[in-house]
């Protein structure tokens, strides 16, 4: 009996990583897809630490700040992301239409890896979640 909750667990959970590796991807494609680009700099990389977590899932919230063809200059925080130095250069992607709402760039074969991981995960959970529940 233990097996099979244990082994439902891994196999939902699984199934859940496997299904949010191709919308990752789809998300993240979707950003760059009609937006225009600029180069940010780095103006704070600030422990991110969700309320309540003891540290797990802790990432960094980057402030950037970015200047569009037209002399206009914006500055943005989003969590959620790799460390980076001060003072250094990211891509931004932004809207033409809403230039202030701008979100740090991954390349394409970030993206990639990042929702083949996340899919590869969820294959192997499921995978090991049958095995529990076959045995």
Do not use: C, H, N
Not at 12 to 40: K, T, Y
Not at 55 to 72: C, E, K, N, Q, W
Not at 106 to 133: E, H, K, N
């Amino acid at each position: 009996m233990a097996g099979t909750v244990g082994g439902l667990f891994f196999a939902v959970f699984g199934l859940g990583m496997l299904a949010a590796g191709p919308v990752l991807l789809l998300r993240r494609l979707r950003v760059r897809e009609g937006a225009a680009r600029a180069e940010g700099t780095v103006l704070a990389s600030d422990w991110d630490r969700p309320a309540g977590s003891g540290g797990a899932g802790s990432t960094y919230r980057l402030t950037v700040r970015y200047a569009i063809p037209d002399g206009r200059e914006f500055t943005f925080s989003e969590g959620g992301r790799p460390d980076a130095d001060v003072g250094g250069r990211v891509t931004v992607f932004y809207d033409p239409a809403a230039p202030e709402k701008g979100r740090v760039g991954y390349s394409v074969r970030q993206i990639w890896w990042r929702a083949l991981a996340l899919s590869g995960g969820g294959l192997f959970f499921t995978w090991l979640g049958t095995q529990f529940i076959g045995s």
